[in-house]
């Protein structure tokens, strides 16, 4: 009798139409899945790249389509393809899944896989602020921005930055408040934000910090009259044409409460093949499901807390996850590679191919700069600088893991041996590739600390 991972599908449904959703159907075909397969949209567009929405929001009219970018052609790929009717209930049990739709619909499928994406973060009351998430989203925002006006953005993480510096290029009078103590201290932590800072006077743009805004209204009749005012929690007050609320995302996993148990920022906990694991948080009132459940749902993309090999348990919201989940997700779903959560020592004794390892990467062009950040910084990281960020030309920032260690390990030279958990290259364009290199790898990146801090020296040349 086969094993329910084994157990031959005749039908998915996939909820999402973004990168990992597109993804996900590609994968299904090539690896010969001749069922129904049905894909639900929320925007009702084909599949397209968000990235470029704030990197090149004056430069490109319309979105990235993914048929013309990575030859996904959804159309083509599935039987049941609605992009306009996005999911709002899920319901699970051991025989089959049920998706209803917005439009009343339910979908019977014998799985699903979750790639419903992340959602913007907007506070209440603050409905007087634009977000920046889809393509329509894009097209407002670039119709508003004309030289003169006044943009408030809230938040200097990377939407926020990335857009400051476009909008203030295209002539636009550009103050950015944020509530930490420098920019992107959330994702880069506080000394490497703080290098970061001197690019908003550089490009124009008023940088306030160390400062919460307390709200968002309408604006005043004095002031303008069709736009809105950002009152700070430190009493001062901001007038503005628009106003940019560019404080994070979270999974867009609100339709599966009561459904499936979530995480506490809303996040679907898998393991390394994608498969849900069923863990949530105390507070959710979800039940636990039936192993034979469980092994109906899958999750990719921005929903899934996934395990890494190297990383452990990663959050969401990298693109190369999206990208690159799906491939091995589907491999698991179909039940040509059962193993694809074990451990690669596991693998390696049973004979199998590894499975390659991506690290988490995000990309960004903000405020003149181009940054690639690999792995996942920890607040409780050292930093270590490789180049001057002072002086013209590119550097990088290293993130060593500070494990307490009784026996250190050193070269031969005496140097210091560290572990690496993430790498972050700021006007670097030469190291990206290698450095990716070094990080996509099933094992830690250990370096020669000593070697590694100087720019003459490749990085892979101080490999340990």
């Known amino acids: 009798m086969p094993t329910p991972s084994a157990q031959v599908l005749s039908s998915v449904v996939v909820v999402g139409a973004g990168l990992a959703g597109a993804q996900t159907a590609a994968a299904l075909r090539k690896h010969g899945f001749e069922g ?15 990235p470029p929405l704030s990197k090149e929001l004056l430069k490109r009219t319309e979105p990235v389509w993914l048929s013309d970018d990575l030859g996904v052609d959804l159309p083509a790929l599935v039987d049941d393809l609605r992009l306009a009717d996005p999911a709002v209930r899920l319901e699970v049990d051991r025989e089959r899944v049920v998706v209803r739709t917005a439009s009343g619909d339910d979908v019977v499928a014998d799985a699903v896989v979750l790639a419903s994406g992340s959602e913007p973060v907007r506070p209440a009351g603050w409905d007087s602020a634009v977000t920046l998430h889809t393509a329509a989203d894009a097209e407002r925002l670039r119709a508003a921005l004309v030289p003169g006006m006044r943009l408030v953005v809230v938040g200097a993480g990377w939407i926020g930055a990335e857009v400051a510096g476009v909008a203030a290029g295209a002539g636009a009078r550009v103050t950015v ?13 506080r000394r490497v934000g703080s290098l970061l800072a001197p690019w908003y006077d550089a490009a124009g743009v008023t940088l306030v910090t160390d400062v919460a805004v307390d709200q968002v209204l309408p604006g005043s009749h004095e002031g303008s009259p069709d736009g809105a005012r950002v009152t700070l929690a430190d009493g001062r007050v901001l007038e503005a044409d628009l106003v940019l609320a560019a404080v994070g995302a979270r999974p867009a996993s609100g339709w599966l409460a009561g459904s499936l148990p979530r995480e506490a920022n809303g996040g679907l906990r898998v393991n390394r093949a994608g498969r849900f694991m069923g863990v949530r948080h105390p507070t959710d009132p979800a039940g636990r499901l039936h192993l034979d459940a469980l092994r109906r749902v899958w999750v990719v993309g921005d929903l899934a807390t996934r395990e890494h090999p190297v990383f452990g348990a990663v959050p969401g919201g990298h693109w190369s996850a999206a990208l690159h989940d799906p491939d091995v997700t589907v491999r698991a779903l179909l039940g040509l590679d059962e193993r694809a959560a074990e451990p690669e020592h596991v693998r390696a004794r049973l004979g199998l191919a590894p499975i390659p390892a991506h690290a988490p990467y995000v990309f960004s062009q903000q405020l003149a700069h181009d940054l690639a950040l690999f792995g996942v910084p920890s607040p409780f990281d050292e930093v270590v600088l490789r180049g001057d960020p002072a002086a013209s030309g590119g550097w990088a920032a290293l993130y060593l ?4 260690d009784r026996h250190p390990r050193r070269t031969p030279d005496g140097h210091r041996v560290v572990t690496v958990r993430a790498a972050l290259l700021v006007d670097s364009p030469r190291e990206v590739g290698q450095v990716r290199k070094l990080m996509n790898r099933d094992e ?8 590694s801090l100087d720019p003459t020296i490749k990085l892979k040349d101080a490999v340990v």
Do not use: I, K, W
Not at 177 to 189: K, T
Not at 401 to 404: F, I, M, Q, T
């Open 36 to 50: 129904r397969v049905t894909v639900l949209g929320a925007e009702g567009l084909p599949p397209y790249d968000r």
């Open 177 to 189: 408040v944020e509530a930490g103590p420098v920019p992107l201290e959330r994702q880069l932590g």
């Open 401 to 404: 893991e500070n494990a307490l």
């Open 444 to 451: 830690p990146l250990r370096l020669d600390l000593t070697r």
